[in-house]
């Protein structure tokens, strides 16, 4: 599977940034779809991650809320709507697939494909 991030950008904090990932190659819906981000000098953390199927969807408490991952796997596709940005969000934001037949998976290594990432940045 390859991964297209895109969509990043700068925007005011309270602002709102979608950002998608294009997948091609394998059967995309059978790969659970999750987002990481890497802010400067930091580890690379879950953000969130939806089943297969779209039906089922898990956050990390910090973007609870604020939000939205979505997938719509004719077009082999994966969205972050992402509302209510804070300074802090500002990160490089990776999108990943995982094959792993069990929801939901949580950690960056039991990933097996990975996005090039997209920037995003919050200003306060």
């Known amino acids: 599977v390859q991964l297209q991030a895109s969509g990043g950008g700068l925007v005011q904090a309270g602002g709102s940034l979608r950002i998608s990932c294009a997948a091609s190659g394998r059967t995309f819906s059978g790969y659970q779809m999750g987002w990481f981000r890497q802010a400067p000098g930091k580890e690379r953390e879950f953000v969130a991650v939806?089943?297969?199927?779209?039906?089922?969807?898990y956050y990390a408490d910090s973007v609870k809320g604020r939000f939205t991952i979505s997938r719509d796997n004719a077009k082999n596709t994966v969205s972050l709507q992402m509302n209510s940005l804070k300074p802090e969000d500002t990160a490089v934001y990776y999108c990943?697939?995982?094959?792993?037949?069990?929801?939901?998976?949580?950690?960056?290594?039991?990933?097996?494909?990975w996005g090039q990432g997209t920037q995003v940045t919050v200003s306060s």
């Open positions: 939806i089943w297969w199927s779209g039906g089922s969807t």
């Open positions: 990943a697939a995982s094959r792993a037949s069990l929801p939901f998976v949580l950690q960056a290594t039991k990933y097996d494909y």
